[in-house]
């Protein structure tokens, strides 16, 4: 099947299914010439992998009341049927990425690229877990980008909710971040790094007890 052909013709309804097909495709699981730095990139990618379940919708995270319904049924018996998360999402695995620790033209540390679903870290930084934190955060956010706008809005106001009690200046920190022409300039750097990111990497740093704002700036707090 080629990537040129139209979705119709290529047997999908609409662009998300197509989306999904290439998300799932079950070729990178079978991945060859893996280096030991790149196995080395995939452990540390398995480790934090916990952090981000919030982003997955699991039971027991701040995202997962989204799921749940509370509804009777006629004879006035509460039912707790749970909102059904489509595939890419209920079936998301790591392995359908590749890691590749490759060298990169500075300032370049890392980046994930969403034509060929590779997160790729420089040599220099392989142990700078901020740097792949921050790149697991794209990783994350272009499987929402697959499904509409109100997974990723779900995820933002839990996160929202759960920080804003953590962290004194969020709202400001906010405001600031997405300010437009703030996010013109960390456009034209590449990679969408809206609140949702900025929220994120904030949770990410108060688990790892970095400084505010570690994550999002590759290590540079402000
Ligand atoms: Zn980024």
């Known amino acids: 099947m080629s990537r040129s052909l139209s ?31 790149d196995r080395k990139l995939w452990e540390k990618v398995i480790q934090f992998s916990d952090f981000f379940e919030d982003m997955l919708f699991t039971p027991g995270t701040i995202t997962y009341p989204f799921l749940e319904c509370k509804i009777s049924d006629d004879n006035g018996n509460e039912i707790a049927p749970t909102a059904v998360l489509p595939v890419g999402l209920h079936n998301f695995n790591y392995n359908s990425f590749y890691y590749r620790v490759r060298e990169m033209t500075p300032p370049y540390m890392a980046c ?11 040599p220099r930084h392989i142990d700078d877990d901020y740097v792949i934190l921050h790149e697991m955060i794209h990783m994350h956010e272009f499987v929402l980008e697959i499904y509409p706008t109100y997974y990723h809005d779900a995820i933002l106001y839990s996160l929202y909710h759960d ?14 971040q997405g300010h437009i022409v703030m996010q013109e300039e960390l456009a034209q750097f590449g990679g969408v790094h809206d609140l949702l990111f900025l929220l994120k990497s904030f949770d990410l740093d108060l688990r790892m007890n970095y400084p505010l704002g570690t994550v999002f700036g590759y290590g540079m707090a402000d």
């Open 112 to 122: 994930f690229n969403k034509a060929n679903y590779s997160l790729k870290v420089d």
């Open 163 to 176: 920080l804003r009690s953590k962290i004194e200046d969020l709202d400001r920190r906010m405001e600031r």
């Open 7 to 37: 979705n119709k013709d290529a047997g999908f309804r609409n662009k998300q299914e197509r989306a999904e097909y290439f998300l799932l495709d079950e070729r990178r699981l079978r991945q060859t010439k893996v280096t030991d730095l």
